[in-house]
């Protein structure tokens, strides 16, 4: 893992230069109310990788204590003066999380998992700190045959070039068998499309996973 104090906040800006809304952003919070009811409490949350807070109030309203978190200061900075209300804190993805284990009821991880350099090490990190049966919900970007073909075909220099911030690359299977072998069950995966579907001409935008501890 990179250490250099400066490093988390130039990916910070990095990641800031990119669209206001994660994409596939409506439909992920589409997928978060099937798999989250806000009219049910699902007790302690965990955010891991908040970034700007795109889900974090939605979070707020189904958790009776929301905790989030992300790499850069700067960002849970601005996070904090947003929303006031909710406890944000600054949590270095390559060393253990700040809590003790069996603490959080559900940890949501949108987009982190692709942007870690050590993600086998996050995941134990959520298995220890999730109560028994807790639950466990990673967004990441899509990558399968016929996506990975248009990409080859047409966008390969922008979709890996260093600047951006993903250093990993998930298919179905990948993701799957990852959580799998760091201890989660009941594993369901789908996917969904962006809000501009002819970017990849119809391909899916986002794999959508959930899982128990």
Same mark, same amino acid.
């Given at each position: 893992?990179?250490?250099?104090?400066?490093?988390?906040?130039?990916?910070?800006?990095?990641?800031?230069?990119?669209?206001?809304?994660?994409?596939?952003?409506?439909?992920?919070?589409?997928?978060?109310?099937?798999?989250?009811?806000?009219?049910?409490?699902?007790?302690?949350?965990?955010?891991?990788?908040?970034?700007?807070?795109?889900?974090?109030?939605?979070?707020?309203?189904?958790?009776?204590?929301?905790?989030?978190?992300?790499?850069?200061?700067?960002?849970?900075?601005?996070?904090?003066?947003?929303?006031?209300?909710?406890?944000?804190?600054?949590?270095?993805?390559?060393?253990?999380?700040?809590?003790?284990?069996?603490?959080?009821?559900?940890?949501?991880?949108?987009?982190?998992?692709?942007?870690?350099?050590?993600?086998?090490?996050?995941?134990?990190?959520?298995?220890?700190?999730?109560?028994?049966?807790?639950?466990?919900?990673?967004?990441?970007?899509?990558?399968?045959?016929?996506?990975?073909?248009?990409?080859?075909?047409?966008?390969?220099d922008r979709h890996f070039?260093?600047?951006?911030?993903?250093?990993?690359?998930?298919?179905?299977?990948?993701?799957?068998?990852?959580?799998?072998?760091?201890?989660?069950?009941?594993?369901?995966?789908?996917?969904?499309?962006?809000?501009?579907?002819?970017?990849?001409?119809?391909?899916?935008?986002?794999?959508?996973?959930?899982? *128990? *501890?």
């Amino acid at each position: 893992m990179i250490n250099h104090p400066d490093y988390r906040e130039v990916s910070w800006k990095i990641r800031r230069l990119g669209p206001n809304l994660p994409e596939g952003y409506k439909n992920i919070l589409n997928w978060m109310e099937r798999e989250l009811p806000a009219e049910e409490s699902w007790g302690s949350i965990l955010e891991f990788g908040c970034d700007a807070a795109d889900y974090t109030p939605h979070l707020a309203h189904r958790a009776d204590l929301l905790r989030a978190c992300d790499p850069s200061s700067a960002q849970i900075g601005a996070n904090c003066q947003a929303h006031p209300s909710i406890s944000f804190f600054v949590q270095d993805p390559g060393k253990s999380i700040a809590a003790e284990p069996k603490t959080f009821d559900a940890i949501w991880c949108s987009d982190a998992l692709a942007q870690l350099i050590q993600p086998v090490f996050a995941l134990h990190e959520f298995h220890r700190v999730l109560k028994p049966g807790g639950r466990l919900l990673i967004t990441v970007p899509y990558h399968g045959f016929f996506k990975n073909l248009l990409i080859a075909l047409s966008g390969w220099d922008r979709h890996f070039s260093p600047d951006q911030p993903y250093l990993r690359f998930y298919t179905e299977q990948m993701l799957t068998d990852l959580i799998r072998k760091t201890g989660f069950r009941e594993i369901q995966i789908e996917t969904c499309r962006g809000e501009k579907p002819l970017r990849h001409l119809g391909a899916p935008a986002m794999l959508l996973l959930s899982a *128990k *501890k």
